[in-house]
């Protein structure tokens, strides 16, 4: 039982961490940016840029807080679950590291849209001008595409049987 707890523990550690972080450069990007020109990193390419987000990827659902508040729940009582059923196993800790950077990021946008009704956003691509987007989102985003190639490539389905404990498939 202790190993599941060290596992549980890392996992909340991680998640304070993170989301620490990625307060962290909102604040930097609101004493910095807000009001300022954008700071180039490299012309035409990348550059850091303030910007309210008041819905969610790409400027979709404006103004929907009690939705992205509920999704946010939503992730964080999966995330528990899968946390709780999971094996305390080494085969497993990419699995936990991805829970934790998805968590991480639905609580660092929580904490902004909770806060100030809306996210901060500072990173532009502007070579392809792609949406401007946070730490969090990354955590998000490069999490997901993790998990996708675990759960394509690493993981077997019946490694997950724990998850739906009754559960029979049919032939």
């Known amino acids: 039982m202790s190993q599941k707890r060290n596992h549980i523990l890392g996992f909340a550690v991680g998640l304070v961490c993170l989301t620490l972080l990625d307060q962290w450069t909102k604040s930097l990007a ?9 700071y180039v990193i490299w012309e035409g390419v990348f550059e850091l840029f303030y910007s309210e987000n008041r819905g969610a990827a790409f ?3 404006q103004g929907k807080q009690a939705f992205f508040f ?10 528990v679950y899968v946390l709780i059923r999971l094996p305390a196993s080494r085969r497993f800790v990419p699995l936990e590291l ?11 946008n929580m904490i902004d849209r909770v806060s100030q009704g809306y996210v901060v956003d500072f990173l532009y691509f502007k070579l392809i001008d792609f949406p401007i987007f946070n730490v969090a989102d990354c ?3 490069v999490a997901t595409a993790v ?7 690493y993981y ?3 490694e997950f049987e724990m998850l739906f404990p009754g559960r029979k498939e049919k032939v």
């Open 98 to 108: 991805c829970m934790t950077a998805v968590s991480a990021g639905a609580a660092g």
């Open 139 to 141: 955590y998000v985003t």
């Open 70 to 79: 509920v999704i946010a729940l939503c992730v964080f009582a999966a995330v």
């Open 30 to 38: 609101v004493k910095s940016l807000m009001g300022n020109s954008p």
């Open 147 to 153: 998990l996708m190639i675990l759960f394509l490539c």
């Open 156 to 158: 077997r389905d019946e």
């Open 59 to 61: 400027g979709m659902l």
